[in-house]
């Protein structure tokens, strides 16, 4: 069954993330004050001190300090008509940048002015003989970017700062030039809105020589599920790399070598409890009274049984069903294909792995017991025929996956991680790209590859009813 398996034949390309295409540069207030350059690092201590780093946004690509010379335009042309005769000393000053959040601009004045450049008083005398200082002053600028904090007895200058990395040289160039100083690291700028370029090659170099197989059986899991009338025709394969690794045989032919398999799984909305299915038009359009919940599909139930695995705790039935019978318990029984492949993966976990155990032996053993330092999905891989609705693209997050790969044919308009129309592609109906593997505002971020099938005549969409959910407006 398995073995009569065809892999799909094509090639794997890097789903990009939606701040790839489409960046959306955000900016924040940040002040500027002169200071005498040997007290520069005097002032980082004080500014971190009473103003402690967001640690997430380091703001690294920002220059702390600035000469003269080097300021952005706006300010070089304020701090040029600034009458500096009035200082008694000429020492060598420098610009520091003080970053957000500052939220008392009269605790700054105070914190720093130990720091400035002394001036002369000038007095003017008036009427009732009481003297005032007489402020600095410096022509105020229409530039909106720019504007003086009232100043006592130095001037604070304020400018805008990108709060993330630039994306070019060019990029970084101009913002040095129009908000400040800003340098360019290829790495740190990927980081934040997009896999590291060496994560990425490397988990692609991983995926990409049997990707096609994982996903012909994924399409095999799919069959399975609709044939039997347990859900629709979308199936998930979950692939441990380090197994798969540890065999050394990368070019998977056989069900043997091809134990990297942790777990598949296939739709079975159609169990959900409550569902009757004579009432299904057996057109393939979306129905939601006969949908059952997303705990139903695929992504869910194998995320179930990978943790019925950690638990160890045989929670989740080996046994199979043989007929498409509506299950009436929160977790449909197995199917052929499903049982098949967790009784492999059992018989691999145990005996468990030897105290003294090497990386390999490790590897080699199977899906970790949480006992063990198993934990969620880490490191694993998923291969799915659709791409998944948003509640299972989280639950992907969530369960804190290495990578997931889905063919370009499976977009639906329903999915969570595609980023953009294919392009060259007018896809009307389609108005929501998630992208939502690659996130910067989430906390688990994993690697999103696109199935590109050698038959693509670039059309999303299954052409053919061949056993697999042709693409709708379903969830996947
Ligand atoms: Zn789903």
Same mark, same amino acid.
């Given at each position: 069954? =398995? ?15 939606? /701040? ?16 005498? /350059? ?32 080097? &300021? ?34 009269? /605790? ?62 060019? /990029? ?16 740190? =700028? ?9 994560? &990425? ?31 629709? *025709? ?7 790399? =380090?197994?798969?690794?540890?065999? *050394? ?208 005549? *670039? ?18």
């Amino acid at each position: 069954m =398995a073995d009569d398996t065809l892999p799909l034949q094509g090639h794997i390309i890097p789903v990009r993330t939606v /701040q790839e295409t489409n960046p959306n540069f955000e900016f924040a207030k940040a002040y500027v004050v002169e200071i005498i /350059q040997k007290y520069a690092s005097q002032v980082i201590k004080v500014l971190d001190t009473a103003y402690p780093k967001d640690p997430n946004q380091p703001l690294t690509h920002i220059r702390r300090f600035v000469k003269a010379d080097f &300021l952005p335009d706006h300010l070089k042309t304020l701090v040029g008509r600034q009458d500096t005769s009035d200082r008694l000393i000429d020492v060598p000053t420098i610009f520091v940048l003080i970053p957000p959040p500052v939220s008392d601009i009269d /605790q700054l004045r105070a914190l720093i002015t130990p720091f400035v450049p002394a001036r002369r008083l000038t007095r003017s005398i008036n009427a009732t003989g009481t003297g005032e200082e007489k402020e600095p002053t410096i022509p105020h600028d229409a530039n909106e970017n720019t504007a003086i904090e009232t100043p006592s007895t130095f001037p604070i200058l304020h400018t805008s700062i990108p709060i993330h990395p630039a994306l070019s040289i060019q /990029q970084a160039e101009t913002w040095s030039r129009t908000n400040w100083p800003t340098s360019y690291n290829a790495a740190a =700028a990927r980081a934040i809105i997009a896999p590291p370029p060496k994560t &990425l090659t490397d988990i692609q170099a991983d995926i990409a020589p049997n990707a096609g197989l994982y996903l012909g059986l994924a399409r095999s899991v799919a069959r399975e599920a609709k044939a039997l009338g347990r859900g629709r *025709g979308i199936g998930v394969v979950v692939v441990d790399h =380090a197994m798969t690794s540890a065999t *050394g045989d990368m070019n998977i032919r056989n069900a043997n070598a091809r134990h990297g398999v942790v777990a598949v799984a296939g739709d079975a909305r159609y169990c959900a409890r409550g569902i009757d299915k004579n009432a299904l038009k057996g057109d393939g359009s979306y129905q939601a009274e006969c949908e059952g919940g997303p705990e139903f599909h695929a992504i869910m139930r194998a995320v179930e049984m990978i943790a019925g695995q950690r638990r160890g705790d045989g929670e989740v039935s080996t046994d199979s069903i043989d007929s498409g019978r509506t299950i009436t318990h929160t977790t449909p029984a197995l199917t052929p294909l499903e049982s098949h492949y967790l009784k492999k993966m059992r018989e691999v976990t145990s005996p468990p792995a030897p105290v003294e155990s090497t990386p390999l032996a490790e590897a080699a053993a199977g899906i970790l017991p949480r006992s063990a330092g198993g934990y969620l999905c880490t490191d694993l891989d998923m291969y799915i025929t659709h791409e998944p609705c948003l509640t299972c693209s989280m639950a992907m997050l969530l369960s804190r996956f290495r990578a997931i790969t889905f063919p370009r044919r499976g977009r639906l308009v329903t999915g969570g991680l595609a980023s953009e129309p294919v392009p060259g592609l007018e896809t009307g109906e389609r108005e929501n790209y998630y992208g939502l593997h690659w996130r910067k505002e989430l906390n688990w971020r994993a690697v999103c590859f696109e199935f590109v099938e050698d038959m693509d005549d *670039g059309r999303p969409g299954f052409l053919q009813d061949d056993g697999v959910e042709a693409v709708g407006e379903y969830h996947a």
